[in-house]
């Protein structure tokens, strides 16, 4: 497996060419990737077609806006492609529970505030923090990985460091 470095405030990452993802978030990936290139292909086609209809498009401003929206559409075609040229299906049951990784449910307590809050690290395609689904590669996510329960998590923020005991850590 090949991997890049990227040195970041005196602190170097590894960051893997892969993107790890639950089959769930995969096949969502898949999902949204058919809906942009049927339907959503088709009805920015039939917003161009009705803008040259209404005649000349050097002033038509709802020509430009539709080919506009086209470049969108296409750039997020390419980006989601681009995602799953790289995507790699993780199964929960290989993977180790005994430190935190991707696809770890983590139970954390901020040591400060006393307060306790369980997070589901996964890949940045799948990260909802309503859902409480953060990204292992967010400032949180980096400070989480390979802890174990008892560790101290040390997460840089703008406002300075804040500490967090893993409490539990499930698949």
Same mark, same amino acid.
Request: hydrophobic share 40%.
């Given at each position: 497996?090949?991997?890049?470095?990227?040195?970041?405030?005196?602190?170097?990452?590894?960051?893997?060419?892969?993107?790890?993802?639950? *089959?769930?978030?995969?096949?969502?990936?898949?999902? #949204?990737?058919?809906?942009?290139?049927?339907?959503?292909? *088709?009805?920015?086609?039939?917003?161009?077609?009705?803008?040259?209809?209404?005649? #000349?498009?050097?002033?038509?401003?709802?020509?430009?806006?539709?080919? #506009?929206? *086209?470049?969108?559409?296409?750039?997020?075609?390419?980006?989601?492609?681009?995602?799953?040229?790289?995507?790699?299906?993780?199964?929960?049951?290989?993977?180790?529970?005994?430190?935190?990784?991707?696809?770890?449910?983590?139970?954390?307590?901020?040591?400060?505030?006393?307060?306790?809050?369980?997070?589901?690290?996964?890949?940045?395609?799948?990260?909802?923090?309503?859902?409480?689904?953060?990204?292992?590669?967010?400032?949180?996510?980096?400070?989480?990985?390979?802890?174990?329960?008892?560790?101290?998590?040390?997460?840089?923020?703008?406002?300075?460091?804040?500490?967090?005991?893993?409490?539990?850590?499930?698949?």
């Amino acid at each position: 497996m090949g991997k890049y470095s990227i040195i970041k405030k005196n602190k170097l990452y590894i960051m893997s060419k892969y993107s790890y993802m639950t *089959q769930e978030g995969y096949d969502k990936l898949i999902a #949204d990737l058919d809906e942009l290139k049927g339907p959503g292909r *088709q009805k920015v086609a039939a917003a161009i077609a009705e803008a040259r209809s209404k005649g #000349d498009l050097s002033e038509n401003a709802e020509y430009d806006a539709a080919k #506009d929206a *086209q470049g969108m559409l296409e750039l997020k075609i390419n980006e989601l492609e681009k995602v799953m040229a790289s995507a790699r299906v993780i199964d929960a049951s290989q993977l180790d529970n005994s430190k935190v990784t991707v696809l770890s449910k983590v139970r954390i307590k901020n040591i400060k505030m006393n307060k306790e809050i369980t997070y589901h690290l996964v890949s940045e395609t799948e990260a909802d923090l309503a859902a409480k689904k953060i990204s292992v590669t967010s400032p949180m996510g980096e400070g989480l990985l390979g802890k174990k329960v008892g560790d101290i998590a040390v997460v840089e923020t703008p406002r300075g460091n804040l500490e967090f005991e893993i409490m539990e850590i499930n698949l």
